[in-house]
């Protein structure tokens, strides 16, 4: 069965520090990892996707992520925080032949501190 | 929200009525999905689509059933609305040629 674990359920981090959201999962083939992003009474928004290839991928807004197979992990940054970043993150994992079930983690709430 | 709007988006029931959620695409995609949103939980799958009249069971399906007669309708019913079902439920779908979902704007519901 696949899962999404979000390790921390707060991350504060000061306006131009660097930030990282962690992500790991646990699939029995290979991962379509996934990053969204949820702002106060809003809908998800899509911010980034591994699929295959370079295992840093780049998104929207500045995100980046880095897949990292030995570790199951795939972390969410962003080089310099915006204020305007503070919303929940959400972690996903598809198992590429196991239909369309897509997991979800619990979420990270990030605040972003002028 | 990539065309999708969810209605009503707001709405307080009674435990032990029935209560249906809509779900409207405008781009006819094949996939659709009912998630719902908890505090702690993410986002679980209650049920999803893959074409008309073609539904399957997520996660957490049980007191939830839904049913789609056109493509770019997927309706979400409680048929007996409990305090446990008090959630944000999100429909969401996935293109042909995407990998991700793409997310409506959310139904608020309340049983009382």
């Known amino acids: 069965a696949q899962s999404v674990a979000q390790p921390e359920d707060q991350v504060n981090v000061a306006e131009g520090n660097p930030l990282t959201v962690k992500c790991t999962y646990s699939v029995s083939g290979n991962p379509y990892l996934f990053w969204y992003v949820q702002y106060p009474n809003r809908g998800l928004q899509f911010l980034l996707k591994y699929i295959t290839g370079d295992n840093l991928v780049k998104g929207s807004y500045g995100f980046e992520a880095e897949f990292n197979k030995s570790q199951t992990s795939f972390h969410l940054k962003k080089p310099s925080a915006l204020v305007s970043d503070s919303a929940l993150y959400f972690c996903?994992?598809?198992?590429?032949?196991?239909?369309?079930?897509?997991?979800f983690g619990p979420g990270t709430r990030l605040s972003v501190l002028p | 929200d990539a065309g999708i709007t969810q209605s009503p988006r707001h709405k307080v029931t009674e435990t032990g009525t029935p209560v249906t959620l809509r779900c409207h695409q405008t781009?006819?995609?094949?996939?659709m999905y009912w998630y719902r949103q908890d505090p702690g939980h993410g986002l679980r799958l209650i049920h999803y689509?893959?074409?008309?009249?073609?539904?399957d069971k997520g996660e957490v399906s049980d007191g939830y059933s839904v049913s789609r007669s056109k493509t770019e309708d997927f309706l979400l019913t409680l048929e007996s609305a409990t305090s446990s079902q008090t959630s944000v439920y999100f429909c969401a779908i996935k293109t042909p040629s995407s990998y991700e979902q793409y997310f409506g704007p959310g139904t608020r519901l309340t049983v009382t």
């Open positions: 996903a994992v598809r198992e590429d032949n196991y239909g369309q079930n897509f997991v």
């Open positions: 781009e006819n995609h094949r996939y």
């Open positions: 689509s893959y074409g008309v009249k073609d539904t």
